[in-house]
């Protein structure tokens, strides 16, 4: 007898799309083990108008029109100034490779109205996953406090349990540029799952990687050009050679269960807020790490600390094998 396939993951996805929220977007949008239900934009990497132009532009490229984007915030959740992140995704959020060109519009209503929405159409059945700061969720929280009963769960491309921060020493760029928003999402009763630095800094793509998505259709081909300014900026910044991290798409696929993480325990967990220097630290209780993690009193977040650094190949192939940008190409072969 056959072994029957779990259903595909029903998915909420909420980026503040540079180049990696990019590939998470393909990755969700072409894998079969993924209902995308809708996705929401978040300001971040960069400013909400082009994160929002960004998120449209993947789901029409990968044929996905019928995929709702909706608009969400434009900055952090206190009103404070937002601070993006060009001069690791270009100008353009796509590696300065991009066209900027418009394609689709936005639904109407709010990225965090949006998931209330979904959350209430199909109750215990939609994973959350954001990968850009949580303003977006905590906004949802504010506005359906019911929300965690209401959610399969949330998974997050966000913080740093044992691995140093990528912003400041200690704190993950998601969770600092919105701590008040990430406090809230860390708070709630939910099923969090934390897929942070301590896996996404270590599965890496490489020029070696790119050759390949180049060799694909024109949805590769794009995959290809806008990870060549990302993998400078990695370059410099971190790894001191050409390969850069794949952040978010890890979150959505240990979301769809594609990668199955392999230390991954439950845990009380915070966000440090205030204005020292820990700021937006997410702190990990992992002192039961000698003894295999026993069960700890109300702990809800799953900190992911080991996947499977295959994994880069395997969103390579996916994308590398989707054919063609279903957003026509400009005079210079641009999507
Ligand atoms: O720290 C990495 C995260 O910050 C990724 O989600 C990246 O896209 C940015 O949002
Ligand atoms: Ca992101």
């Known amino acids: 007898m056959q072994e029957e396939r779990a259903k595909p993951q029903k998915m909420v996805l909420d980026c503040d799309t540079?180049?990696?929220?990019?590939?998470?977007?393909?990755?969700?949008?072409?894998?079969?083990?993924?209902?995308?239900?809708?996705?929401?934009?978040?300001w971040g990497n960069v400013d909400i108008a082009t994160a929002t132009r960004n998120c449209l532009h993947t789901v029409h490229m990968a044929g996905r029109a019928d995929v709702p984007v909706a608009r969400g915030a434009a900055g952090p959740l206190i009103g404070t100034p937002p601070v993006y992140a060009y001069h690791v995704h270009g100008d353009d959020g796509q590696g300065n490779a991009g066209t900027g060109r418009g394609v689709g519009a936005a639904i109407a209503g709010t990225a965090a109205e949006q998931m209330i929405r979904l959350a209430r159409a199909h109750p215990g059945e939609v994973e959350i996953v954001a990968v850009g700061p949580l303003t977006n969720v905590a906004l949802a929280l504010g506005l359906?406090?019911?929300?965690?009963?209401?959610?399969?769960?949330?998974?997050i491309m966000g913080g740093a349990a044992l691995a140093p921060g990528n912003v400041t020493e200690v704190a993950e760029a998601n969770i600092w540029c919105d701590p008040e928003a990430a406090a809230a999402v860390?708070?709630?009763?939910w099923r969090l799952t934390m897929v942070g630095l301590d896996v996404t800094m270590r599965t890496t793509l490489d020029d070696g990687h790119r050759a390949?998505?180049?060799?694909?259709?024109?949805?590769?081909?794009?995959?290809?050009?806008?990870?060549?300014?990302?993998?400078?900026?990695?370059?410099?910044?971190?790894?001191?050679?050409?390969?850069?991290?794949?952040?978010?798409?890890?979150?959505v696929a240990v979301a769809a269960r594609t990668l199955v993480p392999s230390s991954a325990p439950t845990v009380n967990a915070f966000v440090v807020l205030g204005d020292g220097p820990t700021r937006g630290q997410t702190v990990c209780d992992l002192r039961g790490?000698?003894?295999?993690?026993?069960?700890?009193?109300?702990?809800?977040?799953?900190?992911?600390?080991?996947?499977?650094?295959?994994?880069?190949?395997e969103i390579v192939a996916l994308i590398a094998a989707a054919g063609d940008s279903a957003v026509p190409l400009n005079k210079e072969g641009r999507t």
């Open 18 to 42: 540079g180049v990696d929220d990019t590939l998470a977007i393909l990755y969700a949008a072409l894998h079969p083990d993924v209902e995308l239900l809708a996705v929401g934009s978040v």
């Open 144 to 155: 359906c406090p019911e929300l965690p009963e209401l959610v399969h769960g949330v998974t």
């Open 186 to 189: 860390f708070n709630a009763p």
């Open 212 to 251: 390949r998505l180049a060799a694909g259709g024109t949805i590769g081909q794009y995959t290809s050009r806008i990870l060549d300014h990302y993998l400078d900026y990695f370059a410099a910044a971190s790894f001191g050679e050409r390969r850069s991290c794949l952040h978010d798409a890890l979150a």
């Open 289 to 313: 790490m000698y003894m295999g993690y026993p069960h700890q009193d109300g702990a809800h977040c799953r900190v992911v600390l080991e996947t499977d650094p295959h994994f880069a190949d």
